[in-house]
Each structure stands twice: as C-alpha cells, then as structure tokens.
C-alpha cells in the first residue's frame, strides 16, 4: 500500500512511505481555524533579476496547527474550496495582509515593496461584489489600488463556469493589476490572454525548472509571449544561482524563489527588509 490510514481524533493522517504525512482536512476543522485565529500570511519578497530591492511580496496562507504545526495550502486549500470556506478564508488574507503592506510603507519607507500580490480563486471571483470587497478593504488599509496585484491562476480560470470579464474588468477599474499564475501549464492559454486583461504572467515554477537544460526553453517562448502582449513577467520557484542567471540572460525582468527568500512571517519579512536596505 502507498500509506496507510490512521485515525487521531478529527483529522486522518496518511502515513506515506516516503515519509511524508498529509493530513486531511474538513470544513469544522477549518472552520475552528478561522475562529480560533490559527491562520497566518507569510509573505515571499519578488526580486528583480538585475539586483536591487525587493519589488513586491506575495502574500501566501498558512494554517498554525496546534498539533501539526505550520501546514501550507496544498493541505488544506482544496477543503476550503470544496466547503466554500475560502471565501471568509480569502477576505482574511486580504485584510490582514493589506494591513502588515501599509505598516511596512510606513516602517520601510522607499525599502518597502512597491506592490502586493494577493492569490484569489475563481470561487472567490464569483462572490457578489467581489472588487467592492476588495475596495473597501484597500480604502480601510490605506493601501493604494496600484499597490495591489490580484494572482489568479491559469486553471482556475479554464475551469470557471462563467466568464470572469465582468469581474476582472470591475477589479481593473479600480486600479488594481491582475496576473495569470501559474502561466504556461494549461492548455487554454492564447485564449485566456485575449480574453482577460492581464496586466502580468507568473511562469509556472515546474517551467522554471527547465530553463536550465539543454532543450529549447519553454521559459523563453512565455517571454517572447509576455513581451508581445506588453505584460510584465515574473518566474516563479527560483532555487538556484544558474536559473536566476540564465533567466536573466533570457531577459526576465523578476524572479522569486528559494534562492532569494521564502515566505516569511511579517515580523521576519521586516527584518529581511532592513536587510536589503542597507546593502
Ligand atoms: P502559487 O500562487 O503558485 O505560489 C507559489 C508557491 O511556490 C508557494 O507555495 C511558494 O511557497 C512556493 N515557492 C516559492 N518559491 C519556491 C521555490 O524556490 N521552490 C519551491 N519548491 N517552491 C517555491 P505555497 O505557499 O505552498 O502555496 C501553494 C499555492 O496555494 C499557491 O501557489 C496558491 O495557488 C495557493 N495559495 C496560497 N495562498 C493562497 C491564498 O491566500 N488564497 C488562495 N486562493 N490561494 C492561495
Ligand atoms: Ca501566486
Ligand atoms: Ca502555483
């Protein structure tokens, strides 16, 4: 068998035999996360390949388990969606992470990053109202629109039932930037750049990861892409040195990954900004 199942009370844990353990999740679980306040942001800076400050952070969900510590989303965003809890889920990280943006454009002054990119789900989209949400919350944070990045990814958006123009164009004239993530791995993607008004393209890490070998490089074939529709490009997932060289050489403007930072927690995320300052 590839795992077997254990009961501990609530949870189902998979022991596999590569010794990782899953842990699955329900909705009452979930739901005791969000009231029990045990979910965090942690927050990955985007760095531009030339050198310098940071340009902007990715704000990333966690959830602080009291039993089996820090779990990231793959663990539990599919519950979330699956549930609908990532809706109240996904106002939280808005709000918290809009707040901890403005306290470091206050602390940071020019060191802070310029913008914030903020994960949503085609679920999350379809709420009413959505981009008055997302206003509000931007006017209660003291965070400016152009400040905010709204990531969506490419197969959340193949996958939606209906159209997202409405949304998207709601959310565009607000000021705020949208970017197709994890670009380069659906099967859909032409269309969905003609038909959404993308302001940026976040190559999908497993195409990151190939920018080093000999093959004709898919990495290059998205910016050539990026570069003709005028959409910034960011490569995701950056582990090491000759990736961010040869990605560069291919003429990415920015990069995150391993190899500059990993998500942080806010207070660590400051520091690493002080950090980066001073050099
Ligand atoms: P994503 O949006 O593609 O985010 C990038 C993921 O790659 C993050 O995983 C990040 O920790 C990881 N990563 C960054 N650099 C590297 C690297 O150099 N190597 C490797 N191996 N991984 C790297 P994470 O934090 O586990 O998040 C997974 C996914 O969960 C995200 O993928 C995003 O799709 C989703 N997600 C995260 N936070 C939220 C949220 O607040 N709302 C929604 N709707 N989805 C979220
Ligand atoms: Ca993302
Ligand atoms: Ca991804």
Redesign the pocket.
């Known amino acids: 068998a590839m795992y077997a199942a254990k009961k501990v009370p609530g949870t189902v844990r998979l022991h596999y035999d590569c010794g990782m353990t899953a842990v699955l999740v329900d909705g009452g679980q979930l739901r005791a996360a969000i009231d029990g306040d045990h979910l965090r942001?942690?927050f990955?800076p985007i760095v531009p390949l030339g050198g310098g400050r940071p340009t902007g952070v990715?704000?990333?969900?966690?959830w602080q388990h009291p039993e089996h510590g820090l779990l990231?989303?793959?663990v539990f965003?599919p519950a979330?969606?699956r549930t609908g809890l990532?809706v109240p889920?996904?106002r939280w990280?808005?709000r918290t992470?809009c707040h901890r943006f403005a306290e470091w454009t206050l602390t940071h002054g020019t060191a802070a990053p310029a913008s914030l990119h903020?994960?949503?789900?085609a679920?999350?989209l379809r709420e009413p109202d959505f981009a008055g949400f997302v206003a509000a919350t931007l006017a209660e944070s003291g965070v400016a629109a152009e400040r905010l990045v709204v990531?969506i990814?490419e197969t959340e958006l193949m996958q939606a039932p209906a159209p997202l123009t409405a949304v998207l164009a709601d959310l565009k004239a607000l000021g705020t930037r949208i970017s197709l993530?994890?670009f380069g791995i659906g099967t859909a993607s032409l269309t969905l750049l003609h038909e959404y008004p993308f302001d940026e393209v976040?190559l999908?890490?497993s195409i990151?990861r190939t920018a080093v070998d000999g093959r004709p490089s898919m990495a290059a074939t998205v910016l050539q892409l990026a570069r003709a529709l005028d959409l910034h490009a960011v490569a995701?997932?950056?582990?090491q040195a000759r990736q961010a060289d040869r990605l560069w050489s291919l003429g990415y403007p920015a990069a995150?990954?391993?190899?500059f930072a990993?998500?942080l927690p806010a207070e660590e995320l400051a520091v690493w900004l002080t950090a980066c300052a001073q050099v």
Do not use: F, M
Not at 118 to 121: F, L
């Open positions: 942001v942690h990955q990715e704000a990333l969900v966690r990231t989303p793959d965003l979330a969606e990532i889920i996904g990280v808005l992470a903020v994960n949503v789900s679920r999350e990531e990814a993530d994890d976040k999908d890490r990151t995701v997932g950056v582990e995150q990954g391993y190899l990993r998500p």
